[in-house]
């Protein structure tokens, strides 16, 4: 399974863009990126995949170079309650959803 | 709307007990996975099932057992509970091919 490597904490201002930096050198062929956002209490919430080149969606976008062994994931104009805990995990179908540590990102205003 | 359940939000049992947490999904998905998660250490995976009946073992499989006797339900079972397996429990499943996940709203576990 893909290892992935996540800083351990961020800090921002509301209004300002994040990037938020995942490392995945051993990613599979097959393998997706994927990125989930958990607030205290609940379940992760899916909020971007992608395979190569750029994503991007309502929430975020997602950045991924040619060679895949990174992603990076943008958050434009964060505010407070994007203050949260950041996941990035690498699998593909059947495979094991492995999470790391994650990012917690700490808006203040 | 989608939906994972779990059957319990909180929970306390005794040490030795056995303990059952049960997940339901309603979408047809065919993977489903059982975590653990600790203040510090992220989501653990304990174990995950590809198919009814089937089960894999995760990260952190000792001390729990699972079943899948049905496609939309799967089971964590801790055989002899134990203070250090108080822990919030989350439940998520997948469909076939995809990882997009959907999550339980978790089970607060306090064993004593």
């Known amino acids: 399974l893909a290892k992935t490597t996540q800083p351990i904490s961020m800090d921002s201002y509301e209004g300002q863009e994040v990037n938020i930096t995942c490392s995945h050198n051993n990613i599979a062929t097959n393998d997706y990126i994927t990125w989930y956002q958990q607030f205290p209490s609940q379940g992760p919430r899916f909020i971007i995949q992608?395979?190569?080149t750029k994503v991007t969606n309502e929430v975020a976008s997602l950045f991924i170079p040619a060679d895949r062994k990174s992603s990076t994931l943008s958050l434009p104009r964060v505010s407070l309650s994007d203050t949260a805990v950041y996941y990035c995990l690498v699998a593909m179908g059947r495979r094991a959803l492995t999470f790391g540590s994650g990012t917690r990102l700490q808006v203040q205003p | 709307d989608v939906k994972v359940t779990q059957s319990s939000r909180y929970l306390v049992k005794r040490t030795g007990e056995k303990v059952f947490l049960e997940c339901v999904q309603d979408?047809?998905?065919?993977?489903m996975f059982w975590y653990r998660q600790d203040p510090g250490l992220g989501l653990r995976l304990i174990y995950f099932s590809y198919d009814v009946k089937m089960k894999e073992k995760g990260d952190i499989p000792e001390g729990y057992s699972v079943s899948r006797e049905k496609k939309e339900r799967f089971s964590l079972i801790l055989e002899s509970a134990s203070t250090n397996q108080t822990s919030m429990y989350l439940c998520?499943?997948?469909?076939?091919?995809?990882?997009?996940?959907?999550f339980g709203q978790g089970t607060r576990l306090t064993v004593v």
């Open positions: 992608g395979y190569k």
């Open positions: 998520a499943s997948t469909a076939g091919g995809v990882t997009e996940a959907f």
């Open positions: 979408m047809d998905h065919e993977n």
